[in-house]
């Protein structure tokens, strides 16, 4: 269901369809019946008549009864009544062209609330307003109820698109490329459909075999976490996210009635969501083309067939560079290679058959090194030579594809683009590129798909923490107005979320001293805490690596004895007894919030290092046991703490732990606006990190609200 | 001169001319006639009759006079004989197209190497062997001397290639985009003529605008640079250099004869030349249309036009990220804007003229934003919507382009690939891309080019150095059969060359060591040298933060009491009185020495990081003094020089002179094979750069023979 009613509609509604050429509501109307829809179409406009030889219905009310979908095009201010006239007449589905909503600001966005409650009280569902439309090529279906420039291709791709411009754009150019598409939802402003609701309708529907999303913006961020991490798993989901750059996310925020999310929060929602993210619309379509052409592969060992040197040599880099291995061809293969081809070949990989191959050697070629259990995927390279013919050999590829259907063959042609255009008019069932970093990339994207869905689901464990505890100090602060807590303070909430921190407690005698530097344990840092502060350094205030009991009763005697003599004894407060903790290797990991995407959490190598090598990762929480061990190893000082340079490793799974409690913090008590624990240190005796600085900001206004 | 015999020949000979169609002799004559050479041709057949209509002759003896350029496509074994002959008619130019040279090893090679010293002996210039041709398509010669599928189109870029077959694939798709070339040579096994003679050839060829160079080896690296850096400074250099990845480079040793470089330094080297890298053939053609089309700009900032938001968005991502900025539209450009544009519309950066836009509004918003004297480049994005023709669009810009050749303009065009196939048979004066990512990455080489054009010169300055001591260290190592000098050997080097190192010396009593440390500075450390060093801990061998001479007395006397007490007094040789140098930041610099381009200057961040965060770059000595504030400035780390946080500004004139001065040494002792300084330490106290440790490895071969 869900969608039903829009995109397999038994009969469909244009209200505002008109004679007029060249409008929406005349292209709208034409379109519907061009494209051969399977249902009744109905034309409406006041003024009855007959309009592209059907007749006209002068009403909604007067419409015959079936009518699933009504596509309305008529002036902004005429959209509500005419929802009205929908939902009297039993009409469910809405796909609202018109503009003039909130992307206007001020009253647009007013009329577009009452518009979406309207919706909602009915219980209709509408997709729009200010969209392009929406298109199901299945054939028993056949809506195209878009006004985009082209008819659309069939094929196996569901697509959302936030911009309408953009989405018809796309549409064409898909076309050109001969990738075809399921089904495609313009959600203009989106104000009842989005693209999470066509994720869910997508979900299990046979005709959508991957997913394509051009984003703007990402309104319910949770939402959009839950459903792609469950649907990425089934088929792949990509995204292109525009506004990445600060101006951009400025540009964007103008457009459409947007308003652009931090990218890094964005990237970072993607990553963990399985969605495989696109920087350009050229990559998009890139890999939109491999995958609905090949499998996901068994592993990312690529080789390569080619006719010349160069381009190898080119493609082996791209290879490299975009992280997979050059299979290592077996020498049963290369035995079976030197068989066939000429003493000038080479038959490591890239295997060069050299300028000379006929079809035939491109056929066996490619079908030994599939053979090879050593092989993934093959990247076939084509250079025009005098006698062999580009559209031959990739006529030659579809058949070896369609005999080994269960690893992924990509064909780099470097011919001339008539080539591509010819392609554009046959049934082609393998992707082929131009370029060979284009065919790496796609590899690069079916690899990426394959390590996500065996990666493991992960759970969002719930550690036992002291509520109690961290709430008294939450509140205890907000009491005072306070939404900076202090050091103290907040060592001690995660102290309470079991987050180990650097030990330490104030003594205020020699006996107390000495009971709690046990507890703490040796070696520990003495600091005395007198209102006489400005002293400090003449009495030796602070003393750091004593050892063991007798150096600190004598260190405690000593700084009594300086004071005594300074006549500064009677200012003292007390001393604290901290664990000293020795570490060559500081962290810094918290709790950023962002206005969009809601709490993160950073991890990265902390120190001067942090400003100025920005090796720091971001995640949303929750996070999953699984994100956590991502976060950590997508920084590159990971290799510090797995024990580069004979440094004793780190103990990864108290500093996953130390992850997994601050999220369950930020994600249990949203108030915790920021986090900062700066340094974690990684102890240089055991590897055990241990939180030595922090600070906490809240919300004061939430806290005191519980 | 140079090459004229070649590319500008009054008559060719095509000497292994054939009758029987499909092969090259035959393939090769047919090309010269069909694209009219001006001069005349003359096939060479030992069979002699008549070949495509000409008059054959049975030897290159009987060749008429005047002829400069014999195209070569006999068996590789007749090429020598035949060469001698050309020598004998008074031919001074040769292209061998005949493969069976080096690229087959062995005989190959040796054929090669006679072959070159027979075209030295006899003052001839030769192309190949092993290649496609050469092309000149200047109307007053009209040479195609080449097989490569497609007739040349007329340009103004000179394209050095030194795959054939890649050479053949790029013309084809130069032509498909419409970009014409003025010259082409396919360098094959380049046993003469290289790059380097093609780049010298066209420095003040006015045909030639820019230089395309694809590269899988460069076999004289000092010779392209000093070539490659003045040339640049007048046309852009534009290389894809393949062979990037340890598997690509191996791939590449096994093609066409060439061994690959490290690609770092050949990276470096590119880089310090002014010559634009390229990684892929698809970037390579970006960039020359976009030089074939635009002037440089007087700076870097970028204005939109768009007729829709989402494709300005992302255009205002990819500006960003590479690197340049998004104009600030005056008041007044946006007052003018608004007086035209509907209301909708946006007049800020990126200007979105919305889906509405007329041909008259594209007109005068780019006028309007082209007139802003904060523009310098200006992207123009169209999408196709109901009305407005594609290709009425592009007339329009190439129109402005006409009156406005002062600043860039490009055009993104969104639509379908027909429009790109009409251009490519139209007279094109403006770069039309379908992304925008691609126009943004164009914009970016013009700017790179404008800021190569600006940045000054540089020279290799000549420090003052004690080569006698220097060399005295090397001999006296290289004697001993040494490779590795000692730290302490090292560290005089680098005292020798007017590196500052770490202040340090060797006392025997305590008069020397306090006059010593008077001269080393204190803070000092001092560290006990015995013969029983085992004992070193017991009786506190190492000594350090010793602050002035009362401290130093009081401490060597301690030490002698302590190694007296344990009877270990006589064993004491000396103690070492160091200079004790405070830095919280550690660098690390040197000299590397890559088999193809010799000695590098690597500069980076130390300890712990360099091998986890790889923070390093370099550059090939010798350096200028700008290649060293740039190599300074390439790392991230610099931050932390400059004085992040807080902490003290590097002297950076010393760090630079640091690295001139080891750039002096690699360059003129070409035996010190290796250097790590590790660490140069930055001082606390005042910033300046200090050696610590050393180590340099020698060839001691070449030192012996000195």
Chains 1, 2 share one sequence.
């Not at 042609?413 to 082929?432: D, N």
């Not at 600190?552 to 007390?574: F, M, V």
């Amino acid at each position: 269901m869900l969608l039903d009613h829009i995109l397999k509609p038994r009969a469909v509604a244009v209200v505002g369809a008109s004679t007029r050429p060249h409008t929406i509501g005349n292209d709208l109307l034409k379109r519907l019946l061009e494209y051969g829809f399977k249902g009744h179409v109905y034309p409406v406009n006041p003024k009855g008549g007959e309009i592209e030889g059907l007749r006209a219905y002068t009403s909604v009310s007067e419409l015959p009864d079936g009518v699933d979908l009504a596509v309305i095009v008529v002036n902004a201010k005429f959209v509500l009544s005419t929802v009205d006239e929908c939902a009297a007449r039993g009409i469910k589905g809405l796909v609202v062209i018109s503009a003039g909503f909130k992307e206007t600001g001020g009253e647009g966005r007013e009329l577009e609330e009452a518009l979406a409650a309207k919706v909602r009280a009915n219980g209709m569902r509408m997709v729009g307003p200010n969209c392009l439309g929406v298109v199901n090529t299945n054939p028993n279906v056949r809506l195209d109820a878009c006004f985009a420039e082209s008819l659309p291709v069939a094929g196996d791709i569901g697509f959302v698109s936030q911009s309408g411009a953009l989405g018809g754009g796309i549409l064409n150019i898909l076309k050109d490329l001969n990738v075809g598409f399921a089904q495609f939802i313009s959600i203009g402003n989106q104000a009842d459909v989005n693209a999470e609701t066509a994720l869910e309708y997508w979900e299990n529907d046979p005709d959508v075999k991957q997913i394509l999303l051009y984003m703007e913006s990402i309104p319910d961020p949770a939402n959009f976490r839950k459903l792609a991490t469950r649907i990425s798993k089934k088929k792949p989901i990509v995204a292109l996210k525009a506004g990445r750059s600060a101006a951009g996310a400025s540009a964007a925020s103008s457009h459409t009635g947007s308003l652009a999310g931090g990218d890094r929060a964005a990237d970072a929602l993607l990553k963990q969501s399985g969605v495989i993210r696109e920087m350009s619309l050229k990559d998009l379509f890139s890999t939109a083309k491999v995958f609905a052409n090949c499998p996901i592969p068994k592993g990312d060992r690529v080789a390569i067939v080619t006719n010349s040197g160069g381009p190898g040599i080119m493609a082996t880099d791209a290879v490299c560079e975009f992280g997979m291995q050059m299979a290592p061809i077996s020498d049963e293969t290369k035995a079976e290679l030197r068989s066939f081809l000429p003493a000038a070949a080479s038959v490591k990989n890239p295997v060069d058959m050299i300028a000379s191959a006929p079809l035939e050697h491109y056929r066996r070629t490619v079908e030994t090194v599939l053979a090879d259990p050593n092989v993934d995927m093959v990247m076939v390279i084509y250079l025009p030579f005098l006698g062999l013919k580009d559209i031959d050999v990739a006529g030659e590829l579809m058949r070896i594809r369609a005999d080994h259907p269960e690893k992924p063959i990509v064909g780099v042609f470097m011919t001339k683009s008539e080539f591509f255009q010819q392609l554009s008019e046959m049934k082609v069932t393998v992707p082929f590129y131009m370029y060979s970093e284009e065919a790496a990339e796609a590899f690069c994207r079916l690899n990426q798909q394959r390590l996500w869905q065996a990666r493991p689901e992960g759970v969002v464990p719930q550690r036992p923490m002291d509520e109690d505890r961290a709430l008294s100090i939450f509140k205890a602060a907000a009491a005072e107005g306070r939404r900076e807590l202090t050091t103290r303070e907040s060592l001690e909430v995660l102290d309470a979320c079991g987050v180990r921190t650097c030990r330490s407690g104030m003594a205020h005698s020699e006996a107390e001293a000495v009971e709690l530097a046990a507890r703490v344990g040796y070696p520990i840092v003495m600091k005395m805490t007198s209102k006489s502060t400005s002293h400090k350094t003449d009495v030796g205030g602070v003393r750091v690596g004593i050892a063991d009991e007798a150096q600190l009763r004598t260190e405690y005697q000593d700084l009594l004895a300086k004071l005594e003599a300074k006549g500064l004894l009677e200012g003292l407060e007390g001393v604290i007894i901290q664990e000293m903790v020795k570490s060559k290797r500081e962290l810094v990991t918290g709790i950023a919030t962002d206005p969009q995407m809601g709490p993160m959490i950073m991890f990265g190598l902390g120190g001067v290092f942090v400003e100025v090598l920005k090796d720091v990762a971001f995640r949303i929480a929750p996070l999953t046991d699984i994100d956590a061990q991502e976060l950590i190893r997508s920084v590159k000082a990971v290799k510090l703490l797995e024990g580069a340079r004979g440094m004793i490793p780190a103990q990864m799974d108290k500093v996953e732990d130390t992850l997994l409690r601050i999220s369950q913090l930020a994600d249990q008590h949203r108030f915790v606006k920021e986090l900062d624990i700066n340094p974690l240190m990684v102890s240089d005796k055991d590897g055990e990190p241990i939180a030595v600085d922090a600070r906490i900001a809240i919300d004061v206004d939430a806290v005191k609200a519980l």
